[in-house]
Nanobody, 113 residues
């Protein structure tokens, strides 16, 4: 069973940056990967995804601010988040795309002054 461990979240002021990391218990070669987030009282949403040839796609509200990247062996996915806004506050999760494995615990990102 694949295990996902997210890290790198924290409290940051508006305009700040964070780099999230996700380790996967196994290779992710040949698998599309993504970052998702869930804010309080809202549904989980897709933030960014990356294909096997490293083509990327982003949620409109994070375009130009977030960058997703990956290492296939060992399996890892990253999310560089710059120019953070309060509305980016959420628990962030990585997972495969479009079909997901069991979810990890996520990492909390709080953007506040």
């Amino acid at each position: 069973q694949v295990q996902l461990v997210e890290s790198g979240g924290g409290l940051v002021q508006p305009g700040g940056s964070l780099r999230l990391s996700c380790t996967v218990s196994g290779t992710i070669f040949g698998i599309y990967m993504a970052w998702y987030r869930q804010a309080p009282g809202k549904q989980r949403e897709l933030v960014a995804r990356i294909t096997t040839d490293r083509s990327t796609k982003y949620l409109d509200s994070v375009k130009g601010r977030f960058t997703i990247s990956r290492d296939n062996v060992p399996g890892a996915v990253y999310l560089q988040m710059d120019s953070l806004k309060p509305e980016d506050t959420a628990v962030y999760y990585c997972n495969s795309y479009p079909n997901t494995w069991s979810w990890g615990q996520g990492t909390q990102v709080t953007v506040s002054s």
